[in-house]
């Protein structure tokens, strides 16, 4: 994901070479695949796991916040971050507490052993 973000920066630059820009995209897209490679990862779900889907939905969703009609900018950006972090915090706790429930044997089950 870095890569690919150091190859955005490149490319909306033109001719000339902004290092500042291209540190912040390498790093945005960086962050956004660290996030998601934590939410995947085939570790027990944590505590952490609503603050990686908050932080990971919320830096996706300011690249699509220029498609909010706002007139500012960074009030786009503002709120497409806030989107995704609201909606992230929402899908890592639903995942945090599926992952923590425990299945309960049939008292079936235990009858016929």
Known sequence: M????????????????DIFDLTISTTWAG?????F???FSRR???????????????LVAAFF????????FL???????????LA?????TLQAKAAKRVPQPSSNLSAQH
């Open 2 to 17: 870095a890569i690919i973000g150091f190859f955005l920066g490149l490319k909306t630059q033109g001719a000339g070479l």
């Open 37 to 39: 490679g934590s939410i």
């Open 88 to 92: 992230g915090a929402l899908i890592g």
């Open 31 to 35: 962050l956004i695949g660290f996030g």
């Open 65 to 72: 916040g220029p498609l909010l009609p706002v007139g500012s």
């Open 75 to 85: 009030a786009q950006v503002t709120i497409g971050a806030a989107i995704g972090t």
């Open 44 to 58: 027990p779900a944590g505590n952490w796991l609503v603050i990686y889907w908050a932080a990971t939905l919320g």
